[in-house]
């Protein structure tokens, strides 16, 4: 067993109490600039190298700066919590009114163990000129690594479109990640969705289009047991109605001239295994809509120039934009496969009901829109975000992304302010919402139709504070995290939504 430091012979005692104060000088001399805190985060010592750095912290003199709090006179420090943990922080990011450092954090400690104080050293004051190489190799590293992504949803789209017979290379793209937001109404629609994933029963997904109906579907599927099975889709409005019957059941070989001789699979034998999702299925004509329901009922189907029955066995995941009640009460929907259909009902809000997410939406599109092209997207002022926040977004997300699509490619700067967005919005035929007016009430309701859920609101209103601090930092997320007062892992997590 190695001997401890309190068991060392006075020979070694006294070299290591030199190395430590060798070291304590090196680390004075070479950095930047450090200082000390007692147990209690009180600044005791700072040496002539951090001297500089006291005019913008709102320090004349060393004097002056010592005997505070370190949390007091250095903004976003974590000297804190290495007092309280004892752990060190070696190297992380410091962002405040005095500038942007590379900084490390060391806790000092008695012999027997307990935290005494730490050591706060400036390693870097300019991390963008100093580390230069390693940020561009970082950056090119990064380059690459899109590339490859962009490489890869090639080839899945490629794999997608081509071997219609090919099942195994039908795949769902999307995970309930991927259904960005945090709001009450974006939570509750996940929450009912996960359920839904767990059952086998149909399910309809009902809302406005561009909701993001489809993605939900995926997301399904990949939560279910029948995630490895193919998940394929039909949109029933992009198909001739001539067409859909052969597209849902298949065609026999040689059903009728110049019919393929070996045949062809439909849509609900290629999902044997997995999930069907029918797009649009309001739009399916009555004709089919009979064929549709016997085919739900007896688990079998019957490809068009055949007499013979083929089993099959897949989840069918049914989406609408149009009112189904509706269709049924006018006789252009069959009743009985509308309860069929109804298991499981999942209306998606429209993106008016959900304006809290609006910024987290921008940063994950803006990324993807990034990713696509390979430029770096336009950074949306805060008064930018919040004119997007009060909009009333007929076309949902798919009209979000639209804009910030044109804001990309039209925009002459890195920095996209209200004006330019207003701008966007006007050339595209939509009439502007002023930011600061608030969403009108239903008529006859007065103000009390502002009275929404409290959670609502303070959901809302932190989307807006992280979209602020988002573009304070010009995108910084460390920086960001740390001027509104909360972890990066909380930020992430208000960014990306509820995983």
């Given at each position: 067993?190695?001997?401890?430091?309190s068991?060392?012979?006075?020979?070694a005692?006294?070299m290591?109490a030199l190395?430590a104060?060798?070291?304590?000088?090196l680390?004075?001399?070479?950095?930047q600039?450090?200082?000390l805190?007692d147990?209690?985060?009180?600044?005791?010592?700072?040496?002539?190298?951090?001297?500089?750095f006291?005019?913008?912290?709102?320090?004349s003199?060393i004097d002056?700066?010592q005997?505070?709090?370190?949390?007091e006179?250095?903004?976003?420090?974590?000297?804190?919590?290495?007092?309280?943990?004892?752990?060190?922080?070696l190297?992380?990011?410091?962002?405040n009114?005095?500038?942007?450092?590379?900084?490390?954090?060391?806790p000092l400690r008695e012999e027997?163990?307990?935290?005494?104080?730490?050591?706060g050293?400036?390693?870097?004051?300019?991390p963008e000129?100093?580390?230069?190489?390693?940020?561009e190799?970082?950056?090119?590293?990064?380059?690459?690594?899109?590339?490859?992504r962009?490489?890869l949803?090639?080839?899945?789209?490629?794999?997608?479109?081509?071997?219609?017979?090919?099942?195994?290379q039908?795949?769902?793209k999307?995970t309930?990640?991927?259904f960005?937001?945090?709001?009450?109404?974006a939570l509750?629609v996940?929450?009912?969705?996960?359920?839904?994933?767990?059952?086998?029963?149909?399910?309809?997904?009902?809302?406005e289009?561009?909701?993001?109906?489809?993605?939900?579907?995926?997301?399904?599927?990949?939560?279910?047991?029948?995630a490895?099975g193919?998940?394929v889709?039909l949109?029933i409005?992009?198909?001739?109605?001539?067409?859909?019957?052969?597209e849902?059941?298949?065609?026999?070989?040689?059903a009728?001239t110049g019919a393929?001789r070996?045949g062809r699979?439909g849509?609900?034998k290629?999902a044997?295994?997995?999930?069907?999702f029918?797009?649009?299925?309001?739009d399916?004509p009555?004709?089919?809509q009979?064929?549709?329901?016997r085919a739900?009922?007896?688990?079998e189907?019957?490809p068009?120039?055949?007499?013979?029955?083929?089993?099959?066995?897949?989840?069918?995941i049914?989406?609408?934009?149009?009112?189904?009640?509706?269709?049924?009460?006018q006789?252009?929907?069959?009743?009985?496969?509308?309860?069929?259909l109804?298991v499981?009902?999942?209306k998606l809000?429209?993106?008016?009901?959900?304006r809290?997410?609006?910024?987290a939406l921008?940063e994950?599109l803006?990324e993807?829109?990034?990713?696509?092209?390979g430029?770096?997207?336009?950074e949306l002022m805060?008064d930018?975000?919040?004119l997007?926040?009060?909009?009333?977004?007929?076309?949902?997300?798919?009209?979000?992304?639209?804009v910030?699509?044109?804001?990309?490619?039209?925009?002459d700067?890195q920095?996209?302010?209200?004006?330019?967005?207003?701008r966007?919005?006007?050339?595209t035929?939509?009439?502007?919402i002023?930011?600061?007016?608030?969403?009108?009430?239903?008529?006859g309701?007065?103000h009390?139709?502002?009275l929404?859920?409290?959670?609502t609101q303070?959901?809302?209103?932190e989307?807006?504070a992280?979209?602020?601090a988002?573009?304070?930092?010009?995108g910084n997320k460390?920086?960001?995290a740390?001027?509104?007062?909360?972890?990066?892992?909380t930020?992430y997590?208000?960014?990306?939504?509820?995983t």
């Amino acid at each position: 067993m190695p001997a401890t430091e309190s068991a060392l012979p006075p020979d070694a005692s006294s070299m290591l109490a030199l190395a430590a104060r060798s070291m304590f000088h090196l680390f004075s001399s070479m950095s930047q600039g450090m200082f000390l805190v007692d147990k209690a985060g009180t600044i005791v010592w700072v040496n002539e190298g951090y001297r500089r750095f006291l005019p913008a912290l709102g320090f004349s003199s060393i004097d002056e700066f010592q005997g505070h709090p370190v949390e007091e006179v250095i903004p976003n420090t974590q000297m804190r919590r290495v007092l309280e943990t004892g752990e060190p922080i070696l190297v992380d990011l410091l962002t405040n009114k005095a500038g942007t450092f590379v900084v490390s954090r060391i806790p000092l400690r008695e012999e027997d163990g307990r935290t005494i104080g730490a050591i706060g050293i400036v390693l870097f004051d300019q991390p963008e000129t100093t580390l230069k190489p390693l940020i561009e190799k970082f950056a090119l590293l990064q380059r690459d690594l899109d590339d490859a992504r962009r490489e890869l949803a090639s080839q899945r789209s490629r794999a997608l479109l081509q071997g219609e017979g090919g099942t195994g290379q039908r795949r769902a793209k999307y995970t309930f990640a991927s259904f960005i937001g945090t709001s009450p109404a974006a939570l509750e629609v996940k929450r009912h969705a996960r359920r839904a994933a767990q059952s086998s029963s149909p399910v309809l997904l009902l809302g406005e289009t561009g909701t993001g109906k489809e993605l939900l579907a995926h997301a399904i599927h990949l939560a279910s047991a029948r995630a490895r099975g193919p998940f394929v889709s039909l949109n029933i409005a992009a198909v001739p109605d001539t067409l859909l019957e052969a597209e849902f059941f298949g065609v026999a070989p040689g059903a009728f001239t110049g019919a393929d001789r070996r045949g062809r699979d439909g849509k609900f034998k290629l999902a044997d295994g997995g999930t069907l999702f029918l797009d649009e299925i309001g739009d399916m004509p009555a004709a089919l809509q009979a064929k549709l329901l016997r085919a739900l009922q007896e688990g079998e189907i019957e490809p068009l120039g055949s007499n013979r029955l083929v089993p099959f066995d897949a989840r069918v995941i049914a989406a609408t934009s149009r009112d189904l009640p509706a269709l049924v009460r006018q006789g252009r929907f069959r009743e009985d496969l509308y309860y069929r259909l109804n298991v499981l009902p999942l209306k998606l809000p429209p993106l008016r009901e959900r304006r809290g997410d609006i910024p987290a939406l921008v940063e994950a599109l803006s990324e993807d829109l990034a990713q696509r092209s390979g430029e770096a997207p336009p950074e949306l002022m805060p008064d930018a975000l919040a004119l997007l926040a009060g909009q009333h977004w007929r076309g949902n997300i798919r009209e979000l992304r639209n804009v910030l699509e044109q804001l990309a490619m039209r925009s002459d700067s890195q920095r996209v302010d209200a004006a330019e967005v207003r701008r966007v919005l006007a050339e595209t035929g939509v009439e502007a919402i002023a930011a600061a007016a608030p969403p009108p009430a239903p008529e006859g309701q007065g103000h009390a139709a502002l009275l929404r859920p409290l959670a609502t609101q303070v959901a809302e209103l932190e989307a807006l504070a992280i979209a602020a601090a988002m573009a304070e930092t010009g995108g910084n997320k460390l920086a960001a995290a740390r001027l509104l007062g909360i972890s990066r892992a909380t930020l992430y997590g208000r960014l990306q939504g509820d995983t």
